[in-house]
Protein backbone atom coordinates (compact mmCIF):
# COMPACT_ATOMS: atom_id res chain seq x y z
CA UNK A 1 0.00 0.00 0.00
CA UNK A 2 1.60 3.04 -1.03
CA UNK A 3 1.64 6.63 1.23
CA UNK A 4 -1.44 8.25 -0.62
CA UNK A 5 -3.29 5.02 -0.25
CA UNK A 6 -2.35 4.70 3.56
CA UNK A 7 -3.39 8.86 4.05
CA UNK A 8 -7.06 8.11 2.21
CA UNK A 9 -7.19 5.07 4.57
CA UNK A 10 -6.18 6.70 7.93
CA UNK A 11 -9.00 9.73 6.93
CA UNK A 12 -11.72 8.72 7.71
CA UNK A 13 -10.36 7.45 11.48
CA UNK A 14 -9.25 10.97 11.79
CA UNK A 15 -12.65 12.56 10.99
CA UNK A 16 -14.52 10.42 13.16
CA UNK A 17 -11.91 10.57 16.29
CA UNK A 18 -12.93 14.63 15.86
CA UNK A 19 -16.31 14.14 15.69
CA UNK A 20 -16.76 12.19 18.44
CA UNK A 21 -14.11 14.61 20.27
CA UNK A 22 -16.22 17.56 19.71
CA UNK A 23 -19.48 15.89 19.92
CA UNK A 24 -18.28 14.95 23.51
CA UNK A 25 -17.32 18.58 24.15
CA UNK A 26 -20.83 19.64 23.20
CA UNK A 27 -22.72 17.13 25.51
CA UNK A 28 -20.21 18.21 28.72
CA UNK A 29 -20.59 21.89 27.92
CA UNK A 30 -24.64 21.15 28.46
CA UNK A 31 -24.39 19.20 31.06
CA UNK A 32 -22.65 22.04 32.57
CA UNK A 33 -24.58 24.86 31.65
CA UNK A 34 -28.10 22.37 32.85
CA UNK A 35 -25.96 21.96 36.30
CA UNK A 36 -25.36 25.81 36.79
CA UNK A 37 -29.16 26.32 36.32
CA UNK A 38 -30.68 23.71 38.31
CA UNK A 39 -27.95 24.67 41.43
CA UNK A 40 -28.79 28.57 41.03
CA UNK A 41 -32.25 27.74 41.16
CA UNK A 42 -32.54 26.04 44.75
CA UNK A 43 -31.29 28.92 46.89
CA UNK A 44 -34.12 31.37 45.45
CA UNK A 45 -37.00 28.34 45.25
CA UNK A 46 -35.89 27.85 49.28
CA UNK A 47 -36.47 31.40 49.89
CA UNK A 48 -39.71 31.55 48.29
CA UNK A 49 -40.60 29.00 50.53
CA UNK A 50 -43.77 30.43 52.88
CA UNK A 51 -42.05 29.90 56.59
CA UNK A 52 -44.55 28.24 58.80
CA UNK A 53 -43.61 28.23 62.46
CA UNK A 54 -44.08 25.59 65.24
CA UNK A 55 -47.02 26.47 67.31
CA UNK A 56 -49.60 24.58 69.71
CA UNK A 57 -52.40 26.38 71.93
CA UNK A 58 -51.31 25.72 75.14
CA UNK A 59 -47.79 26.20 74.77
CA UNK A 60 -45.66 29.07 75.93
CA UNK A 61 -45.46 31.75 73.23
CA UNK A 62 -41.93 32.57 71.81
CA UNK A 63 -40.84 36.01 73.39
CA UNK A 64 -40.45 38.91 70.59
CA UNK A 65 -40.22 41.90 70.88
CA UNK A 66 -40.68 44.91 67.85
CA UNK A 67 -40.36 48.93 67.55
CA UNK A 68 -43.63 49.93 66.78
CA UNK A 69 -45.28 53.29 66.45
CA UNK A 70 -46.36 53.41 69.54
CA UNK A 71 -42.95 53.08 71.20
CA UNK A 72 -40.74 49.48 71.83
CA UNK A 73 -42.69 46.77 72.58
CA UNK A 74 -41.43 43.46 73.97
CA UNK A 75 -43.36 40.64 75.30
CA UNK A 76 -41.59 39.64 78.16
CA UNK A 77 -42.72 42.68 79.67
CA UNK A 78 -46.57 42.49 78.68
CA UNK A 79 -46.96 42.53 82.31
CA UNK A 80 -49.62 40.02 82.98
CA UNK A 81 -51.91 41.15 79.99
CA UNK A 82 -52.86 39.24 77.08
CA UNK A 83 -51.34 39.87 73.47
CA UNK A 84 -52.84 40.09 70.20
CA UNK A 85 -50.38 39.79 67.56
CA UNK A 86 -50.90 40.28 63.77
CA UNK A 87 -47.95 38.93 61.48
CA UNK A 88 -48.40 41.07 58.28
CA UNK A 89 -47.70 41.84 54.94
CA UNK A 90 -48.00 45.59 53.35
CA UNK A 91 -49.15 44.06 50.06
CA UNK A 92 -51.25 41.32 51.21
CA UNK A 93 -55.00 42.29 50.50
CA UNK A 94 -56.66 40.41 53.64
CA UNK A 95 -53.89 42.25 56.25
CA UNK A 96 -55.43 45.04 54.50
CA UNK A 97 -59.00 44.27 55.09
CA UNK A 98 -57.89 43.25 58.48
CA UNK A 99 -56.71 46.42 59.54
CA UNK A 100 -60.56 47.49 60.30
CA UNK A 101 -61.29 44.69 61.93
CA UNK A 102 -58.31 45.40 64.34
CA UNK A 103 -58.89 49.06 64.85
CA UNK A 104 -62.45 48.14 66.53
CA UNK A 105 -60.75 45.57 68.83
CA UNK A 106 -58.07 48.56 69.64
CA UNK A 107 -60.52 50.88 70.40
CA UNK A 108 -62.79 48.23 72.45
CA UNK A 109 -59.73 45.89 74.04
CA UNK A 110 -56.70 48.56 73.98
CA UNK A 111 -56.08 49.47 77.96
CA UNK A 112 -56.88 45.67 78.69
CA UNK A 113 -54.76 43.76 75.46
CA UNK A 114 -51.86 44.38 74.09
CA UNK A 115 -51.98 44.65 69.90
CA UNK A 116 -49.17 44.56 67.85
CA UNK A 117 -48.61 44.29 64.17
CA UNK A 118 -45.52 42.98 63.05
CA UNK A 119 -44.36 43.06 59.12
CA UNK A 120 -43.31 39.70 58.13
CA UNK A 121 -42.46 39.73 54.17
CA UNK A 122 -39.75 40.78 52.58
CA UNK A 123 -41.58 42.16 49.96
CA UNK A 124 -42.85 45.55 49.72
CA UNK A 125 -46.32 47.50 49.41
CA UNK A 126 -46.13 47.20 45.15
CA UNK A 127 -45.69 43.09 44.97
CA UNK A 128 -42.46 43.70 43.68
CA UNK A 129 -39.24 45.72 46.06
CA UNK A 130 -38.03 44.50 49.09
CA UNK A 131 -40.06 45.83 52.20
CA UNK A 132 -38.98 48.92 54.09
CA UNK A 133 -40.15 50.88 56.86
CA UNK A 134 -41.44 53.35 54.38
CA UNK A 135 -43.61 50.65 52.85
CA UNK A 136 -45.04 49.98 56.84
CA UNK A 137 -45.87 53.62 57.34
CA UNK A 138 -47.45 54.12 53.96
CA UNK A 139 -49.48 50.86 54.90
CA UNK A 140 -50.22 52.49 58.31
CA UNK A 141 -51.48 55.52 57.10
CA UNK A 142 -53.62 54.39 53.92
CA UNK A 143 -55.58 52.03 56.32
CA UNK A 144 -55.84 54.37 58.68
CA UNK A 145 -54.32 51.73 61.21
CA UNK A 146 -54.85 52.70 65.03
CA UNK A 147 -52.95 50.05 67.06
CA UNK A 148 -48.82 49.61 67.37
CA UNK A 149 -47.37 48.37 63.89
CA UNK A 150 -43.59 47.53 63.38
CA UNK A 151 -41.27 47.23 60.23
CA UNK A 152 -38.82 43.83 61.35
CA UNK A 153 -36.61 43.75 58.75
CA UNK A 154 -35.07 40.34 59.79
CA UNK A 155 -38.37 39.30 59.79
CA UNK A 156 -37.77 37.75 63.54
CA UNK A 157 -41.46 37.74 64.57
CA UNK A 158 -42.61 35.85 61.37
CA UNK A 159 -39.92 33.28 61.81
CA UNK A 160 -41.48 32.20 64.97
CA UNK A 161 -45.36 32.72 64.03
CA UNK A 162 -46.17 33.06 60.55
CA UNK A 163 -48.18 29.82 59.81
CA UNK A 164 -47.71 30.20 55.99
CA UNK A 165 -50.33 32.74 55.52
CA UNK A 166 -51.18 36.43 55.81
CA UNK A 167 -52.18 37.46 57.81
CA UNK A 168 -51.25 35.46 60.65
CA UNK A 169 -53.06 36.37 64.17
CA UNK A 170 -52.09 34.84 67.16
CA UNK A 171 -53.63 35.21 71.10
CA UNK A 172 -51.24 34.86 73.56
CA UNK A 173 -53.17 34.88 77.58
CA UNK A 174 -51.54 36.02 80.36
CA UNK A 175 -49.34 33.02 81.35
CA UNK A 176 -48.02 33.36 78.03
CA UNK A 177 -49.45 30.60 76.52
CA UNK A 178 -50.70 30.55 73.21
CA UNK A 179 -54.37 30.63 73.34
CA UNK A 180 -55.13 30.63 69.60
CA UNK A 181 -53.39 30.56 66.47
CA UNK A 182 -55.54 31.94 62.74
CA UNK A 183 -54.25 32.36 59.21
CA UNK A 184 -55.90 34.67 56.81
CA UNK A 185 -58.83 36.94 57.30
CA UNK A 186 -60.54 36.17 60.74
CA UNK A 187 -63.80 38.07 61.90
CA UNK A 188 -64.20 40.25 64.99
CA UNK A 189 -66.70 38.39 66.42
CA UNK A 190 -64.41 35.63 66.65
CA UNK A 191 -61.39 37.73 67.52
CA UNK A 192 -63.89 39.09 70.62
CA UNK A 193 -64.49 35.63 71.66
CA UNK A 194 -60.87 34.82 71.77
CA UNK A 195 -59.93 37.82 73.83
CA UNK A 196 -63.17 38.12 76.18
CA UNK A 197 -61.96 34.10 76.92
CA UNK A 198 -58.33 35.29 77.78
CA UNK A 199 -59.29 38.12 80.19
Known amino acids: ?39 SRVPKAASDAPMYAKLSVG ?26 LEVFATWCPHCQHETSVLNQLYAKYGGKVDIVAVSGSNVGMDGNAAETQEDVMTFAQHYAVKYPIAYDA ?33 DGATLTKQLNAVL
Open 1 to 39: MSRVQRRKASAPSTDRRKLILYGSLGLIAIIAVIAVALA
Open 59 to 84: EAAPQFAAATTAGPFDSAKAGGKPVL
Open 154 to 186: NLDVAKKFLQGGYPTIVVIDKANKIAAVEDGEV
